[in-house]
Each structure stands twice: as C-alpha cells, then as structure tokens.
C-alpha cells in the first residue's frame, strides 16, 4: 500500500523520513561534538528550531513546538547507579514551546548542565510537535547530532 503511494505522489517519497522541523544542538562554545569537563564544571546547552520550507502554512499554525533537553550517561558505571544520586543535574528550564508561526517568537532555548560524576554522557534535545486542533497528537522528532560530553576528575 504504501509503495503504491510513493509510486502515485513522487514527492510524497522524498518527504517521507524528512522532519517537518530542524533541530540543532551546541554545547557551550565547542563547536566539536565531543567535549572535556571537570567535575562540577557547567556548561550551558542550546538549541534552535526551524520549519522545513515544504511544510504547509496552515499546518504551521495549527500545530506548537516544544523543545526539551535530555542527557544520558553512556555505558552507566557502578557511580551513578549504586550510589542512588543523579550524576548531572540541569540548571533552568528543560522544555519550552515555541510558536512557529510568528516570526517575531524566539526559536531557542538553552539550559545549564553540570556533572557531579566521572563519565561518558549524551547530551541532546527533540522537538515535539503537536496539533492544536486534536490534544494528544504528537510527533517528536530529535536532532540529527548529539553532542558527547567527557567528565574527568580534576587533577590538581
């Protein structure tokens, strides 16, 4: 069924693992996609969010866009599990919604991380895209890249 529909609507095909939104994610100043932290050194995360060009005007402004930051720790170590403590902990607001439709809203958020534990983490955001029309119709959609962060004992 669907391979009749991509064969009907050609431009249906290249749309359709293609995010009606874009999302990046940078992570202080470094422009790598791996960083280096101390223990206890924050760093502020930030992203932005665009509409693709191909997505409908009154698509738009019926749907709303929520940011949100996560982190994960990559292969968890016996620290953060045994000890029952969060090995980071975020400083400000994880989710904001943004209004696509107006032009003047501002299409960034940022937020504040800082590790209290020695490891690998993960850190990203998705966008949830939601109808006004219909509560409970979500899609979420994450960014293409996220950012690895390195936390190191400091060594003084």
């Known amino acids: 069924c669907l391979r009749e529909i991509i064969d009907e609507h050609q431009s249906f095909a290249s749309r359709i693992c293609k995010p009606p939104v874009s999302l990046q994610v940078s992570v202080g100043e470094y422009p790598k996609s791996e960083v280096s932290l101390k223990i206890g050194e924050p760093v502020q995360v930030n992203t932005n969010v665009s509409i693709q060009e191909w997505v409908p005007a009154d698509v738009v402004a019926k749907s709303k866009v ?43 958020h940022k937020a504040r991380i800082a590790f209290f534990q020695c490891g690998v983490y993960v850190v990203s955001a998705c966008a949830k895209v939601s109808s006004l029309d219909t509560p409970g119709v979500e899609e979420f959609w994450w960014a293409p890249h996220a950012k690895i962060i390195h936390v190191e004992e400091d060594r003084q």
């Open 66 to 108: 929520t940011l949100e930051f996560c982190c994960a720790e990559k292969q968890p170590g016996n620290n953060s599990t045994s000890s029952g403590r969060m090995p980071y902990v975020w400083c400000g607001q994880l989710r904001r919604t943004v209004d696509l439709s107006n032009d003047d809203d501002d299409k960034t």
